[in-house]
Every structure is written in structure tokens, then in C-alpha cells.
């Protein structure tokens, strides 16, 4: 399982979202093809566009709970002063991404951040 974890500011649009998206899997010489689903915080499960690049790529967005959120976050790359003052972790992102990707997850590099969003990339510790 392949997972795109999203973090953004408030109000951005989903052009952004997936330019984000995008951008990550490209980093790590992947198509879009390749994602199983993306993943973001709860905090972030009423930000439209998320939930529109979900339906766009025809992927599930899978919303991650604190407790979980805060699970994955010393597998982090990455670190914002916002991002643990607003959700109790490094990178929302990079979290998300790790926590549902599941036991055994790795990142393939820290985030990127494009703009107001940012995208990590994890995959699950059964695939090669």
C-alpha cells in the first residue's frame, strides 16, 4: 500500500492538492497511479479539497484520528512548530501517511511542501 498523507492551510484549493501530490510522487519516481489512498489528520476532514482530490484520483481519503496521529509521529522526517502546536505532531502529513499505511511503514523522504499544502509519501512494510 502506497499513501499520500496531506496537510494543508486552511481554504486550499484542490488544483493545489494534487499539484502536491504530484509533486511527492514524482520526487520518488512514482505515478499516480501508484497510490492506494490518501490520508490526512482529523482536524483536516472538513477541508474540501482534500476530499475533492480523493474523489478525483478515485481514492479513498482515509481521516486519521489523534491517537493515532500521535502513534506515527516518531517515524517522522520532518518538523513544524505549527503542525505540533495545531495537531500534537511534527507533520501532519508524514503522520497521517505513516498511519495508515500501517505497522511496518516507512516514509520515502520527508514531506514537500508546495505552497499551503504539504505531501508525504509512505508505504507499507509488505511491499518491496
Not at 501532519?92 to 520515502?108: I, T
Amino acid at each position: 500500500m502506497i499513501v499520500a498523507g496531506i496537510g494543508s492551510r486552511k481554504g486550499v484549493q484542490v488544483e493545489d492538492v494534487l499539484a502536491a501530490i504530484e509533486t511527492a510522487l514524482e520526487a520518488h519516481g512514482l505515478a499516480m497511479s501508484a497510490l492506494s489512498a490518501l490520508a490526512t489528520a482529523a482536524l483536516k476532514k472538513e477541508e474540501d479539497a482534500i476530499a475533492a482530490a480523493g474523489r478525483k484520483l478515485n481514492l479513498p481519503v482515509i481521516i486519521v484520528d489523534p491517537a493515532d496521529l500521535q502513534a506515527a509521529a516518531p517515524g517522522t522526517l520532518s518538523s513544524s512548530s505549527l503542525s505540533r502546536e495545531v495537531a500534537g505532531t511534527p507533520s501532519v502529513s508524514e503522520a497521517s501517511a505513516l498511519a495508515v499505511a500501517g505497522k511496518g511503514a516507512s516514509l520515502l523522504g520527508p514531506r514537500i511542501v508546495l505552497g499551503a499544502v504539504t505531501c508525504a509519501i509512505a508505504i507499507s512494510g509488505d511491499v518491496p
